[in-house]
């Protein structure tokens, strides 16, 4: 088993280059299946997550090479079953994208429920009612569910939340039904805009994206191509957090600033400076860090994903602090961790309460899921002792080498292999 090991840091500076957008990449290489050729995505990071959409993707005949430059090649030419796993679909959330894109050209899809985090259950209400008004049955079992189409139809879809999920998945399914699809209330994440775009470069017929409107007019075919993924604005928002946790300057490289616009505002209001160009983003510890009041909300608004890792940055703002999650209201087992590391925070229905400025010690702590793990190496960097994180694989699943990105601004951080009972000889001197 492996853990983490984080030391009390010194200021932090240099930057980082940000990889690929994990939740992009994910419905990007499901959206490949609607193509009739070969396809070559840019920039997809290579992290578990992936790798078990490759496996999945595998069983059913689609092809996927990785070259050593990190372009990914995915030929969905000899895609031959449509019927997953069920134990393995289910232990990943986003296998439902599958079903959007496979629907319209095979016409039966079976898939294991969705799992992935366990912070909270994934509703797929949405989805099923966008589908089922194109012409989809759905027949439910114990452990998988199958839906049907003899033929897709377009329709006019109102979603009664704001999802990006079933916004994706819908509209991969009105890609290559017949006549148009509205999508009203959508979803309008840049990851939403990003598999329109693939699509749209593949031959589809989306407009919209972006705008809580979207229209498809479906096409008879989809050719291949070249393109090249968002960059990860979850990744990026911690590292701009971690300037305000441990002190000094970090720049982000190779992003879309535009796609930071909530979370740069209310660092700044939190008390740090931040500039940038059209590429990159700097933040600047100015030693001070004010209270705050954070609301997520989908985007535009203050993203789920990045309400752990400002918690961690919460807890040394003097005063009080407030952070509704109204998306997910149970995502909050990173903050019993922080209370086990020495922080004031209390619970109720989906709000955290922080009494900011207290020391932070060393602990024991365990990541539940990928943002819980950053919220706590952020901790981490701030406490004073030695913080062990364990449930790694949790952090891998979205990180490639977390590692070693925080070691290249100057972190204590390693790797521990427990069963060894000692620290990786390659990063032991990161951590003495």
Same mark, same amino acid.
């Given at each position: ?191 939403? =805009? !990003?598999?329109?775009?693939? $699509?749209?470069? &593949?031959?589809?017929?989306?407009? %919209? ?5 979207? +229209? *498809? ?86 993203? =789920? !994903?990045?309400?752990?890792? $400002?918690?961690? &940055?919460?807890?040394?703002?003097? %005063? ?5 999650? +109204? *998306? ?105």
């Amino acid at each position: 088993m492996k853990a983490i090991k984080v030391e009390q840091s010194a200021p932090l500076h240099g930057s980082v280059k940000i990889p690929g957008s994990k939740n992009s990449s994910l419905a990007l290489i499901a959206a490949v299946c609607l193509a009739d050729e070969a396809v070559t995505l840019q920039g997809i990071p290579n992290i578990a997550d992936l790798r078990v959409i490759y496996e999945l993707g595998g069983e059913i005949g689609l092809k996927v090479e990785r070259d050593l430059a990190g372009s990914m090649t995915v030929d969905p030419r000899n895609i031959q079953s449509t019927s997953f796993d069920p134990a393995k679909s289910s232990a990943f959330r986003t296998a439902y994208y599958f079903v959007g894109s496979l629907l319209a050209k095979f016409g039966k899809v079976t898939v294991g429920y969705p799992g992935g985090d366990d912070f909270v259950s994934r509703p797929m209400d949405q989805h099923i009612k966008a589908l089922k008004m194109m012409g989809a049955t759905f027949t439910f079992f114990d452990r998988h569910y199958t839906v049907e189409a003899k033929e897709l139809r377009g329709a006019t879809v109102y979603f009664d939340t704001i999802t990006s999920g079933a916004t994706i998945n819908a509209m991969m399914a009105a890609v290559r039904a017949k006549g148009s699809t509205l999508l009203l209330n959508a979803a309008r994440d840049p990851e939403v =805009t !990003d598999t329109a775009n693939l $699509l749209n470069h &593949l031959g589809a017929k989306i407009t %919209g994206a972006g705008t809580d409107t979207i +229209r *498809i007019e479906g096409v008879a075919t989809l050719h291949g191509g070249t393109y090249a993924v968002i960059p990860d604005r979850l990744i990026a928002g911690a590292f701009l957090m971690a300037a305000g946790v441990a002190g000094g300057s970090i720049t982000v490289q190779d992003v879309i600033p535009e796609h930071l616009s909530s979370c740069v505002a209310k660092l700044r209001e939190i008390g740090l400076e931040i500039e940038g160009d059209d590429h990159s983003l700097t933040a600047h510890s100015t030693g001070i860090l004010r209270a705050t009041r954070v609301r997520t909300a989908m985007y535009p608004g203050f993203a =789920t !994903d990045l309400q752990q890792p $400002l918690t961690a &940055l919460l807890t040394q703002a003097q %005063g009080k602090s407030i952070v509704a999650d +109204r *998306i997910y209201p149970s995502r909050f087992n990173h903050a019993h961790q922080l209370v086990r590391m020495g922080a004031d925070i209390k619970l109720r229905s989906g709000v955290a309460f922080i009494k900011g400025g207290k020391p932070l010690h060393g602990a024991l702590v365990h990541a539940s899921d990928v943002r819980a793990g950053i919220c706590l190496i952020l901790a981490g960097l701030r406490a004073e002792g030695t913080t062990t994180i364990a449930g790694v694989q949790h952090i891998e699943r979205g990180y490639e080498d977390v590692v070693a990105s925080f070691r290249s601004l100057g972190a204590s951080i390693g790797m521990f292999h427990s069963d060894s009972d000692r620290i990786d000889n390659r990063r032991r001197s990161s951590i003495t």
